[in-house]
Each structure stands twice: as C-alpha cells, then as structure tokens.
T-cell receptor, first 112, second 110 residues
Framework: GNSVTQMEGPVTLSEEAFLTINCTYTATGYPSLFWYVQYPGEGLQLLLK?????DKGSNKGFEATYRKETTSFHLEKGSVQVSDSAVYFC???????????FGQGTELSVKP | NAGVTQTPKFQVLKTGQSMTLQCAQD?????MYWYRQDPGMGLRLIYY???????DKGEVPNGYNVSRLNKREFSLRLESAAPSQTSVYFCASSEEGQTYFGPGTRLTVT
C-alpha cells in the first residue's frame, strides 16, 4: 500500500541553523509529493510540491527534491527563523484524485 | 473569497451525543474531504466526495456519516460520539491537484 514516514519530532533548533526533516514514502505508481505546514491553531497550508522524479519544489527558502531511487522527499532550509516554528507534514498523492496520504508530522521549534 | 470554512471551531460532547460538523467552500471545487488529525498519526481520511451526489469511505469511516448537500457543502455527522472520536477535524477541497484545508474543528468527547 501507500504510506509516508517522517522523522520523529520534536526538532528544536537555534535561529539560523540548518534544517533537515526526513521523509520517505512507499507508493504504487508514480506519486506526487508534498510538504504542508501547520502553524499553531491553524489549518494546513501547502509549502511546496514535486510531481515527478528529480523535480525540486521550493518556497519561502524551503526546498525538497523528489528522489525516486531512494523514495525520499526530505525538507531542507539553510537558515531557519523563529517564525518557521510549526508542524510539518509530508504527504503523497497517487493519481489525479485529490486524496492525500500523510506522514505523522514533525514539530519544529526554533529558539532565538 | 473565504476558501474553506468550518463550523464550529470547538465542541465538547458527552459520550452518546450526536452532532454535525459543517464545511463549505467557495472555490467551485468538485472534490471535498474530511480528515481527522491525531497526535503522532498525521491526518487520516474519513470520507470524501469526488463530486456532488457521491461519497466514499476513506481510511477511518467507522462511526461517521457524511452528506454532500450541494457542490459547496460537505457535512460530517457523528451519530453517537465516543471518546475515541476526540480529535481535530479538517475539511478540505481540491481541484486539479491543489488541495485547500479549512481551519479545523477541535472536538472533545468526554
């Protein structure tokens, strides 16, 4: 079946540190991959996406590359800010329908 | 353009009570979804509706019913609430691969 596994949190970093949140997936077919962010008390917002192998999604300084050979879609940011504190979800979608399969989420806390 | 809206924002129920969570979208999307979010488990799909007049079960449908009232509205009903249904519920809609989420309903069942 289809599934997503993320590194466990919480992750605590100092401001300006480098961030990596690991995400690996199992899927039949050719999934699209997503990172969503959830700020405290809010719903999920799309952060970035990649629809085919070797695509790189990027937004707000965050990047993730679709690696088919390692079935991974790790999220990275070179220098985190306090405002990046949130829960980050990796997700996949197989086919054209909108159903998403989510990882368990990784809480990020950035300290000044 | 409000996007996806949900009511109520918070709700406390006693075991056995019933309630309906409301969701509406103003983006003219065909597809709508209900997810629940539990600590350490991400979001899991309860029910979805690919178009007006159709509904299908997701990963965790037991204890829930849904109604796709029209293209805009998709409601989730708990007929007899149980403590295991304590969760945060998110409604979403999608079109052409882009999914938009509502702000969520935090439900506690005591």
């Amino acid at each position: 079946g289809n599934s997503v596994t993320q590194m466990e949190g919480p992750v605590t970093l100092s401001e300006e540190a480098f961030l990596t949140i690991n995400c690996t997936y199992t899927a039949t077919g050719y999934p699209s991959l997503f990172w969503y962010v959830q700020y405290p008390g809010e719903g999920l917002q799309l952060l970035l996406k990649a629809t085919k192998a070797d695509d790189k999604g990027s937004n707000k300084g965050f990047e993730a590359t679709y690696r088919k050979e390692t079935t991974s879609f790790h999220l990275e940011k070179g220098s985190v800010q306090v405002s990046d504190s949130a829960v980050y979800f990796c997700a996949l979608r197989v086919g054209q329908g909108g159903k998403l399969i989510f990882g368990q989420g990784t809480e990020l806390s950035v300290k000044p | 353009n409000a996007g996806v809206t949900q009511t109520p924002k918070f709700q406390v129920l006693k075991t056995g009570q019933s309630m309906t969570l409301q969701c509406a979208q103003d983006m003219n999307h065909n597809s709508m979804y209900w997810y629940r979010q539990d600590p350490g488990m991400g979001l899991r799909l309860i029910y979805y509706s690919a178009s007006e007049g159709t509904t299908d079960k997701g990963e965790v449908p037991n204890g829930y019913n849904v109604s796709r009232l029209n293209k805009r509205e998709f409601s989730l009903r708990l007929e007899s609430a149980a403590p295991s249904q304590t969760s945060v519920y998110f409604c979403a809609s999608s079109e052409e691969g882009q999914t938009y989420f509502g702000p969520g309903t935090r439900l506690t069942v005591t």
